[in-house]
């Protein structure tokens, strides 16, 4: 039952991570973003890269994979999304999205291909090796502390950074009012191109823990978007702070769903049952969300009002 | 024997307005920005739900009618801003209000005999277009006309479905004075030859007042005055409303 | 002949392409329905083949049946084929059976889909019919009984009773027609009423209400229309395949699709054959060329990310695609109406506009 607990724990803290970057896309650009998943793929490949080239602990891979995710978003947005900003409609910047995803992962398909052959390291159904610790007579994995200690800096930064700097005051007026801000001489490309590094920068992040879990290849950040979307979703549109709480909600109640179904002895396939459910259910009875619904709660953002 | 009354509680954009629109009338809506003129067009035409009150239509209750059962009764409307279908053709617009069950794709498929209708209808509309100045410019997309062509091809979209009561929301507004006239009298000319009733919001009070038949002043979403144009400019609560409101 | 083969392989291919394309025209470039649960749709049709065409076969030819599903299906659909070639009629109730039950159930389930679409947002309901579009393949894939799971169906072939170049021609006929069938149906809904009825909706859902559209009715239509086809084309491609996989049927399905109808053209017409082309082209070009030039990794990757920035570039640079959408596609009846109007007594058209004939004069 630890098991379950830890594992629902950790792959929350995750999805919050990749919560708020595809909330922060949605925001700014208004992108459904299928890329979103990549961006935690490309910190997987460049964290295992750098681990292996360097021989160090994937851990302190962190700030290359953080680095790195987040140049490959910027990307992105400088070349696709910021050009497209409120020219096109919704259903077509998401299938540009579906466009850069593919371009993104099948690209990462051909660098593990390359880098099986240079480096000489399995880059498909890899995982990384953790440390265990001992806490009161239970055998917890590094990657529970190391995920919650990353989650929880980078919240709080994230938060500061919006609330308490000018940056994120400008951030804040761009996204409710993107030419308002202009006209008051915010700089809206530059304040969106540093939203978009972070999306991918966070997004990278939960990537690296992702080895630790489960075996990994150029598809699995595409194989969590539905859940993340479901976050995003559950916690109300756009709300940074809701899509924090709607990962938490989608990532415990998807892990004991597949924990129920491997105890009656069912495939733990059926797992995104849980988030296609969430989705539809949110969007039918409460389109705002958790937000919408606990309205008195802390609300980062408005969107889509 | 046409009756249109409807009164809303609750609701800030309208406090409980009563409304009656008879037969054959050309009924103008008038009041300051924000008064609530366009919420109750909106809500006759069923784009919006009042929260409290009824619509009737010929003595039957329509409140809860969906936009295109009401459409099919006879009420059309046009929009204050111009919804048109802007990517199709300015005779595509024009062509869209067809009558119902036209667009079974069953029929189309297994019968050819729409295309006869259609000639028809693109008669018709080709006199429509030629009246209001728009005939010249049939095939070009609705994106690529002016603001006031906008209104004028929202007018005759609304003009094509013969309607019989035709909810007009600032037909006049951006259109060249020497045309709004004309539109009011061809206005006139249909209630008077086919029995079309009007309800007007319009700003335009130099040339709308002088058609209207019967007037209605709202002002924080209340009737403050109605009655025969002439009646109603010369009511001291209208004269504050407009002035000092 | 391996030349022969690749072509009539090739054609049958795009007819699939062009139905599903066409479809996915219909509800997202006409009516601007995102239906990108495509892929389940299509699968219905494969599914329905899948499962019913071996069972059938084997239950005509008095063929026993031992042993799991998934595990002798492919067997057993060599035996149905070897009675088709001896008894042909069994083949035709193996092709017609599955093809009624799909068009039923993909009917329904499109009528079915096509309420959501009146709560959610265009991109909130894209996601959601990419959701159950996976739910169907996941729960496909892990109930075995259906259509064997992981291990997939084996399909007998419907025309065993051809020698082996005219089977091959006669599936590429047959699927053609099909297609050009589809193809043409929608042409004459698109140029229709009924079309431009879509793309009034699409451009203004609320004008549309008012104006008398029964939108919930035209969008269950049109679902129904494309999910029907789409189905058919799933039935053409199990047949083409001679098996049926869940796997085969993922979101990067439908993502093709809508990546045909983009590069085409949304609301052209020639949207579709156009773009299944271009696509089958880049393709096809990519494995053919990929022994020529030898890479480091599989080129099959590099097809993808070619297609990816292709579709990034059409929509910056293109949004219209290849064939972008003209506006006054149905009035087909356009070349006389002009003459119509020429020829019509001008005293006539003054009769009606006789209170405007002043205001004639700015625009004359």
Not at chain 2, 73 to 101: H, M
Not at chain 3, 339 to 345: D, G, H, K, N, V
């Amino acid at each position: 039952m630890i098991d379950v607990f830890v594992g629902a724990l950790v792959y929350s803290n995750l999805l919050a991570l990749l919560a708020v970057g595809l909330s922060m896309a949605l925001l700014t650009c208004r992108v459904s973003n299928f890329a979103h998943g990549d961006f935690a793929t490309v910190g997987v490949y460049a964290a295992h890269t750098a681990s292996v080239l360097l021989g160090i602990s994937p851990y302190a891979c962190i700030p290359i994979a953080f680095i790195a995710g987040g140049s490959v978003s910027l990307i992105a947005f400088l070349l696709v999304f910021e050009p497209l900003r409120g020219k096109a409609e919704l259903v077509t910047l998401m299938v540009v999205s579906m466009a850069v995803d593919m371009v993104i992962r099948y690209t990462l398909h051909v660098y593990a291909d390359l880098a099986q052959r240079s480096l000489g390291v399995y880059t498909r159904q890899f995982m990384f090796r953790d440390f265990h610790f001992q806490v009161a007579g239970y055998t917890l994995p590094g990657v529970l502390i190391a995920s919650v200690c990353t989650v929880l800096a980078l919240l709080i930064t994230l938060y500061f950074l919006l609330y308490r700097t000018s940056l994120g005051v400008a951030m804040r007026a761009a996204i409710e009012n993107p030419s308002l801000a202009e006209a008051l001489g915010v700089n809206v490309k530059k304040v969106f191109a540093v939203s978009w590094f972070l999306s991918g920068a966070l997004a990278a992040t939960a990537g690296v823990f992702l080895p630790f879990r489960i075996q990994v290849t150029p598809d699995t950040g595409w194989s969590l978007l539905l859940s993340m979307f479901a976050s995003v979703t559950v916690g109300g549109l756009g709300s940074l702070g809701g899509s924090i709480v709607g990962a938490y909600v989608i990532g415990f109640s998807e892990t004991l769903f597949s924990y129920v179904l491997s105890s009656i002895g069912l495939s733990t396939a059926y797992r995104p049952a849980v988030s296609f459910a969430a989705i539809i259910a949110t969007l039918l009875l409460s389109p705002r969300g958790l937000t919408g619904f606990l309205s008195n709660g802390k609300r980062w953002f408005k969107w889509r009002s | 024997m046409e009756k249109l009354s409807k009164s809303f509680g609750g609701v800030r954009a309208l406090d409980n307005v009563t409304v009656e629109v008879d037969k054959h009338s050309l009924t103008l809506l008038i009041g300051p920005n924000g008064s609530g003129k366009t919420t109750l067009l909106n809500i006759a035409s069923g784009v919006l739900e009042p929260d409290a009150g009824r619509l009737l239509f010929r003595g039957e209750n329509i409140t809860k009618l969906p936009p295109h059962r009401r459409y099919e009764l006879g009420i059309t409307r046009t929009f204050q801003i111009p919804r048109l279908f802007y990517s199709l053709s300015v005779l595509e617009n024009v062509l869209i209000p067809w009558e119902s069950g036209v667009e079974n794709p069953i029929t189309i498929l297994t019968r050819g005999n729409w295309k006869k209708a259609e000639q028809a209808r693109i008669e018709k509309a080709f006199k429509l277009l030629e009246l209001l100045c728009l005939d010249r410019m049939w095939d070009s997309p609705a994106y690529e006309l002016s603001g006031g062509q906008m209104k004028l091809l929202e007018l005759a979209r609304a003009l094509m479905g013969d309607p019989s009561l035709l909810l007009l929301d600032e037909p006049l507004a951006g259109v060249n004075p020497s045309l709004a006239e004309g539109i009011m009298k061809h206005l006139v000319h249909l209630r008077n030859e086919l029995g079309v009733t009007f309800l007007m919001v319009e700003h335009r009070l130099d040339v709308a007042l002088r058609y209207a038949t019967h007037v209605y002043v709202l002002h924080h979403g209340r009737v403050i005055s109605e009655g025969p144009p002439d009646k109603v400019t010369k009511d001291p609560a209208v004269i504050e409303a407009y002035l000092g409101g | 002949m391996e030349v022969l083969m690749f072509a009539l392989s090739i054609g049958t291919l795009y007819s699939i392409y062009l139905i599903l394309a066409t479809s996915m025209e219909l509800e997202y470039g006409e009516l601007g329905l995102p239906n990108f649960a495509k892929a389940a749709f299509f699968a219905v049709g494969a599914f329905a083949v899948g499962a019913l065409a071996v069972r059938l076969g084997a239950l005509l030819a008095g063929i026993a049946w031992e042993g799991e599903f998934k595990l002798r299906s492919y067997y057993y659909a060599t035996l149905v084929s070897s009675s088709i070639a001896r008894n042909p009629l069994i083949g035709l109730v193996i092709f017609i059976v599955p093809t009624v039950v799909a068009l039923v159930t993909a009917v329904a389930l499109g009528v079915l889909a096509s309420y959501p679409a009146l709560r959610l947002p265009g991109d909130y309901l894209a996601i959601s019919l990419i959701a159950f579009s996976e739910l169907v393949r996941i729960v496909t894939r892990n109930y075995e009984p259906l259509v064997g799971g992981t291990f997939g169906a084996g399909v007998p072939d419907f025309l065993a009773w051809l020698g082996s170049p005219w089977r091959e021609l006669a599936k590429l006929c047959m699927s053609s027609s099909v297609a050009v069938c589809v193809w043409a149906g929608y042409y004459r809904l698109s140029t229709s009423p009924f079309g431009r009825t879509l793309r009034a909706i699409r451009d203004d859902e609320v004008a549309a209400k008012a104006f008398g559209k029964d939108v919930t009715r035209l969008r269950a239509w049109t679902m129904a229309i494309g999910s029907g086809m789409a189905a058919l084309a799933g039935v053409l491609y199990a047949f083409y395949m001679g098996s049926v996989s869940p796997d085969d049927f993922t979101v990067s399905k439908t993502f093709l699709v809508v990546l045909m109808v983009v590069l085409g053209g949304r609301g052209n017409p020639l949207g579709p054959p156009v773009g299944a082309a271009v696509y089958l082209l880049v393709d096809r070009a990519i494995t053919l060329t990929k022994h020529l030039i030898p890479m480091p990794f599989d080129v099959n990757y590099a097809s993808y990310i070619v297609l990816g920035m292709t579709l990034v570039i059409i929509i910056m640079k293109r949004p219209g695609g290849i064939v972008p959408e003209k506006p006054p596609i149905t009035v087909k009846i356009a070349p006389p109406l002009d003459s119509l109007r020429e020829a019509a007594p001008p005293a006539k058209s003054r009769n009606v506009g006789n209170q405007l004939a002043y205001s004639h004069k700015p625009s004359e």
